[in-house]
T-cell receptor, first 115, second 115 residues
């Protein structure tokens, strides 16, 4: 069974600095997708970034980028120039390429951005 | 920007009662999902739905649960004979045509409390 592990329950960062959130996963599949979702206090989960496993190039969305290490099964999220609005729970998620929508989530990392 | 909406935001029910959680997906979306998050635990996939039938379901989604798209706009999750352990946050998600299962937009959730 696939699993997703986020080893950092909580993290904090100063505004404008850079922070990296860790995620590891376990799968025997070769075709899959990885995601980072943000859940602010309003509780609506928002997709931050997505990575297709067949792509070697790391995904980037503005201040958010990932470090995808397929052999190590690692998928970390880097947030540059942290802003107060980045304060949220961040969930790493995995989806088997053959799945019909079954996102497998990690337990989440609570990120606090301090002024 | 279009959003997935869910009603009610909080539902309290007594053990053994039936509840229906409602979701209005983004209007042109064709893929629909339900997830739940028990307090302090991971977000868990329940079911995916496409073309008026279930595409995939998890072990959690047993005979107690059912989903329906009763009209062109709503997507519902029915829980028959609720149990205390059904207390959780329930998230609906929808996905656009052509995006496969890896593009899911989440609603704000319904907090279900079973007493």
């Amino acid at each position: 069974a696939q699993t997703v592990t986020q080893s950092q329950p909580e993290m904090s960062v100063q505004e404008a600095e850079t922070v990296t959130l860790s995620c590891t996963y376990d799968t025997s599949e070769n075709n899959y997708y990885l995601f980072w979702y943000k859940q602010p206090p309003s509780r609506q989960m928002i997709l931050v970034i997505r990575q297709e496993a067949y792509k070697q190039q790391n995904a980037t969305e503005n201040r958010f980028s990932v470090n995808f290490q397929k052999a190590a099964k690692s998928f970390s999220l880097k947030i540059s120039d942290s802003q107060l609005g980045d304060t949220a729970m961040y969930f790493c998620a995995f989806m088997d390429g053959g799945s019909q929508g079954n996102l497998i989530f990690g337990k989440g990392t609570k990120l606090s951005v301090k002024p | 920007e279009p959003e997935v909406t869910q009603t009610p935001s909080h539902q309290v029910t007594q053990m053994g009662q039936e509840v229906i959680l409602r979701c209005v997906p983004i209007s042109n979306h064709l893929y629909f999902y339900w997830y739940r998050q028990i307090l302090g635990q991971k977000v868990e996939f329940l079911v995916s739905f496409y073309n008026n039938e279930i595409s995939e379901k998890s072990e959690i989604f047993d005979d107690q649960f059912s989903v329906e798209r009763p009209d062109g706009s709503n997507f519902t999750l029915k829980i028959r004979s609720t149990k205390l352990e059904d207390s959780a946050m329930y998230f609906c998600a929808s996905g656009p045509p052509g995006a496969s299962a890896y593009e899911q937009y989440f609603g704000p959730g319904t907090r279900l409390t079973v007493t």
